[in-house]
C-alpha cells in the first residue's frame, strides 16, 4: 500500500456500517463454488509469497529487474492455471511508462544479464555473473529474448531443409578453444542470422575478456546483426552442468550430426547497451472468458500489486533500516499477488462458468503513486464503462485471522451485501472502521474514481509497515487463506449479478 495518500480527493462514503441482511436470491452458492473456494489454501499461496518476497527479487521496484522478474513469474503461473493473456499484442503484460522516470536507466549489470532455467516453467533459476562469469562482445546487438539452445562446432554450416535446422528460434553454443577474429564472428552471426538463430553464447576460458575491458565500450562501431556474448570462467561449469551433459558428449553428438538442439538450459538473455530502462511499468492481465451472451462483454477485476518498495532508496517509500536494505514486502504485496493466483487458480482448475468475463491483474508500480492501476483504467484495452466491479487485495496476511478490513463506498449496496454474504458464509468478520483514510491508497482508487463498484480487502497495518522486517516469517498463512476466499467468492458474486437494469431499483444512488 500506498505510504501516504498522493491525490487529494474528495472524502468517499462508506460508514462502516453492515447493508440490511436483505439475501440476494440470485448469489445463493453451488457446491462447486463453495468446493472451488475451498480449494484455496494459505499453503499452496506461500509458495508464491516465498518466490515474490526472496532477497533475490531485492524488494520488487517497479522498473526494476526484480520486478521485471516477478511480472514474469506471475505470467508463466497464469499460464500454467490456465487463464489466457490479455495484455497488449495477445501478451501477458500492459505496459506503460513509469511518471517521471523518463530518460532513468539502471546499472548496466541490471541490464545485461543471463538466467539458465531447466525449462520454461521452472521456478528456480542460475545466474551467470556479469564479467566474472560472461560478458556481451564489444560489438554485440542487445537483446531481450528466451529461448533454448542449438550445440554446433561449425557455426557456418548449412541446412537444405531450412525448416528442420536445430538453430531456429534458438541460441547457438559455440564452444570455444582458441580465439575467434572479429572477421569470422561477423560471418557467424550473419550465417547463424539468416538462418533465424536469436544470438550466439561462446563458451570457453579463450573468449574471456581482459580485465582492463571496458563494457560497453565507447566507440563500439558495426555492431553484429545478433547479440553474442562471452561466457568464460565458472559460468562454462554452468552452462553444461544445467546442460545435464559435458561438453565432450555434446561436441561427440555434434560432429557426426552436425548442429544439436539442447533441451537445457532456457536461456533468458538481456543484452542492452544503455543499462537497464526503469521507465517500464507492466501490469500482468490474465482472463477468464464470461459464459453470459449478454454479460460477457462485462468485467470484473480481481487485482492486487506486486511491486514494492525495493531497497527503500526512494525518499517516502521507506520507514526504517539500515541504508539499502531489501524491503521483501512479504504482506505488502507478496500476500495480495499469491491470493490473485489462488483465486485464478480457483476459477480455472474447478472449471467455474462465470456470466461476466474475469480479468486478473497484478499492477506494477502502485508504491510509486497507484500507476499501474491509473495506468490500466486509462488505457488497459478494456473501456471502463465495461468494468462492472474491482475486486483489490493489498496486505491481506496480518493480524487476527477471522477479521478482514474491508474499504469500499457504501453506496455500492449490491457489492455491499455480496461482501457480507460471503463473510458469513466463510464465518469471517467485515471491519470496515477506518476505511476511508486508505480508500485512496491502494489500486482500487482509480476504479472508484470511474464509479465502477470497487472493494479494498486489507489485512491492517503492523508495526513492519514499509520496513525491512515486513518478511516472510511474520506472515500469517491461514488469515491470507481467509482474505483469498473471501475476494474469490465476492468476485463470484460480482460476476453473476443480475444485468444493470435488474438492479436500478434496487440502487439508485450508483453512479453508473
Ligand atoms: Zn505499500
Known amino acids: 500500500m500506498l505510504l501516504a495518500v498522493v491525490t487529494l480527493s474528495p472524502l468517499l462514503d462508506a460508514q462502516g456500517i453492515a447493508p440490511s441482511s436483505r439475501r440476494n436470491k440470485n448469489s445463493r452458492i453451488a457446491p462447486d463454488v463453495k468446493h472451488a473456494a475451498r480449494s484455496i489454501t494459505g499453503r499452496e499461496a506461500m509458495e508464491h509469497l516465498r518466490w515474490l518476497a526472496d532477497d533475490l527479487r531485492e524488494g520488487r521496484l517497479a522498473g526494476s529487474t526484480g520486478a521485471s522478474d516477478s511480472a514474469e513469474y506471475i505470467a508463466m503461473r497464469f499460464e500454467e492455471i490456465g487463464v489466457s493473456p490479455a495484455g497488449d499484442n495477445g501478451s501477458w503484460f500492459h505496459n506503460f511508462t513509469i511518471p517521471g522516470r523518463d530518460g532513468v536507466r539502471g546499472s548496466i549489470e541490471k541490464g545485461n544479464r543471463i538466467r539458465l532455467m531447466v525449462s520454461d516453467k521452472a521456478t528456480r533459476e542460475i545466474l551467470l555473473n556479469f564479467r566474472q562469469e560472461f560478458l556481451p562482445h564489444p560489438r554485440s546487438a542487445d537483446v531481450d529474448v528466451a529461448a533454448i539452445c542449438a550445440f554446433m562446432l561449425d557455426p557456418l554450416e548449412t541446412w537444405a531443409?531450412?525448416?528442420?535446422?536445430?538453430?531456429?528460434?534458438?541460441?547457438?553454443?559455440?564452444?570455444?578453444?582458441?580465439?575467434?577474429?572479429?572477421?569470422?564472428?561477423?560471418?557467424?552471426?550473419?550465417?547463424?542470422?539468416?538462418?533465424?538463430?536469436?544470438?550466439?553464447?561462446?563458451?570457453?576460458?579463450?573468449?574471456?575478456?581482459?580485465?582492463?575491458?571496458?563494457?560497453?565500450?565507447?566507440?563500439?562501431?558495426?555492431?553484429?546483426?545478433?547479440?553474442?556474448?562471452r561466457v568464460h570462467g565458472a559460468g562454462i561449469a554452468k552452462i553444461w552442468?544445467?546442460?545435464?551433459?559435458?561438453?565432450?558428449?555434446?561436441?561427440?553428438?555434434?560432429?557426426?550430426?552436425?548442429?544439436?538442439?539442447?533441451?537445457?538450459?532456457?536461456?533468458?538473455?538481456?543484452?542492452?547497451?544503455?543499462?537497464?530502462?526503469?521507465?517500464?511499468?507492466?501490469?500482468?492481465?490474465?482472463?477468464?472468458?464470461?459464459?453470459?451472451?449478454?454479460?460477457?462483454?462485462?468485467?470484473?477485476?480481481?487485482?492486487?500489486?506486486?511491486?514494492?518498495?525495493?531497497?527503500?532508496?526512494?525518499?517516502?517509500?521507506?520507514?526504517?533500516?539500515?541504508?539499502?536494505?531489501?524491503?521483501?514486502?512479504?504482506?505488502?504485496?507478496?500476500?495480495?499477488?499469491?491470493?490473485?493466483?489462488?483465486?485464478?487458480?480457483?476459477?480455472?482448475?474447478?472449471?467455474?462458468?462465470?456470466?461476466?468475463?474475469?480479468?486478473?491483474?497484478?499492477?506494477?508500480?502502485?508504491?510509486?503513486?497507484?500507476?499501474?492501476?491509473?495506468?490500466?483504467?486509462?488505457?488497459?484495452?478494456?473501456?471502463?464503462?465495461?468494468?462492472?466491479?474491482?475486486?483489490?487485495m493489498d496486505m491481506i496476511s496480518r493480524n487476527q485471522k477471522r477479521v478482514v478490513k474491508v474499504g469500499r463506498r457504501a453506496s455500492d449496496e449490491p457489492l455491499g451485501r455480496i461482501i457480507y454474504e460471503m463473510a458469513r458464509l466463510l464465518e469471517l468478520e467485515i471491519d470496515e472502521t477506518g476505511m476511508d483514510a486508505v480508500l485512496q491508497r491502494s489500486d482500487q482508487a482509480p476504479f472508484l474514481k470511474k464509479g465502477i463498484p470497487s472493494v479494498f480487502f486489507f489485512g491492517g497495518f503492523h508495526e513492519d509497515y514499509h520496513k525491512p522486517t515486513d518478511d516472510v516469517e511474520d506472515v500469517i498463512p491461514v488469515k491470507l487463506q481467509n482474505v483469498a476466499r473471501l475476494a474469490f467468492l465476492t468476485s463470484w458474486g460480482l460476476s453473476q449479478m443480475p444485468a444493470q437494469e435488474d438492479e436500478e431499483s434496487e440502487s439508485a444512488d450508483s453512479d453508473r
Open 241 to 392: 552442468k544445467i546442460s545435464g551433459r559435458p561438453l565432450s558428449s555434446w561436441k561427440r553428438q555434434s560432429s557426426d550430426e552436425g548442429a544439436v538442439v539442447m533441451g537445457r538450459p532456457y536461456v533468458v538473455m538481456e543484452v542492452r547497451r544503455d543499462g537497464r530502462d526503469m521507465s517500464l511499468g507492466r501490469n500482468v492481465v490474465g482472463r477468464m472468458p464470461g459464459t453470459d451472451p449478454d454479460l460477457r462483454d462485462e468485467y470484473i477485476v480481481v487485482g492486487a500489486h506486486y511491486d514494492h518498495v525495493g531497497r527503500g532508496k526512494s525518499p517516502g517509500l521507506s520507514r526504517g533500516g539500515a541504508s539499502g536494505e531489501i524491503h521483501n514486502g512479504a504482506d505488502d504485496n507478496a500476500s495480495g499477488v499469491a491470493a490473485l493466483l489462488e483465486v485464478a487458480e480457483a476459477y480455472a482448475l474447478n472449471r467455474l462458468k462465470t456470466r461476466r468475463t474475469l480479468l486478473f491483474v497484478a499492477f506494477d508500480a502502485e508504491e510509486l503513486g497507484l500507476y499501474g492501476s491509473t495506468a490500466f483504467v486509462a488505457d488497459g484495452g478494456f473501456d471502463s464503462g465495461s468494468i462492472a466491479g474491482m475486486v483489490n
Open 161 to 229: 531443409d531450412r525448416e528442420r535446422d536445430p538453430v531456429v528460434g534458438r541460441f547457438a553454443v559455440l564452444p570455444v578453444e582458441q580465439k575467434i577474429s572479429d572477421e569470422d564472428l561477423e560471418l557467424y552471426c550473419e550465417n547463424l542470422k539468416a538462418r533465424g538463430a536469436m544470438g550466439l553464447m561462446l563458451v570457453g576460458e579463450s573468449c574471456r575478456p581482459s580485465p582492463s575491458e571496458v563494457w560497453p565500450p565507447e566507440d563500439a562501431q558495426d555492431l553484429f546483426v545478433l547479440p553474442v556474448i
